[in-house]
Nanobody, 123 residues
Framework: QVQLVESGGGSVTAGGSLRLSCVAS????????WGWFRQALGKEREWVAR????????DYADSVKGRFTISQHNARNAVYLQMNSLKPEDTATYYC????????????????WGQGTQVTVSS
């Protein structure tokens, strides 16, 4: 069983930056793809970014492209989300997710989820 623990959320003003971290407790070597999702109050969970383990594929939602960067620790047991030029509309609970399967395009593809970390961006 893979357990994911996120950290790094907080409150910033618009234009600021935050770096989220997600660490897999064990069995990280089984993870084929990592993703970041977010869910704003009253809205559905939306995909933000994904990375295949080893960095083979990196992909972003249009809403964050050019501002957010997903990366993986060299040991492959953690991923990060560097968020720059934050906007109030980025306010949400951010979730790390992982899957041992090859497909990770949709929320239903992910097997493991973290507990979420809150990001609040004020104008």
């Amino acid at each position: 069983q893979v357990q994911l623990v996120e950290s790094g959320g907080g409150s910033v003003t618009a234009g600021g930056s935050l770096r989220l971290s997600c660490v897999a407790s064990e069995y990280a070597h089984r993870i084929g793809c990592w993703g970041w999702f977010r869910q704003a109050l009253g809205k559905e969970r939306e995909w933000v970014a994904r990375i295949y383990s080893g960095g083979g594929l990196i992909d972003y939602a249009d809403s964050v492209k050019g501002r957010f960067t997903i990366s993986q620790h060299n040991a492959r047991n953690a991923v990060y989300l560097q968020m720059n030029s934050l906007k109030p509309e980025d306010t949400a609970t951010y979730y790390c997710a992982a899957t041992t399967f090859g497909s990770c395009a949709n929320v239903d593809d992910y097997e493991y989820w973290g507990q979420g970390t809150q990001v609040t961006v004020s104008s």
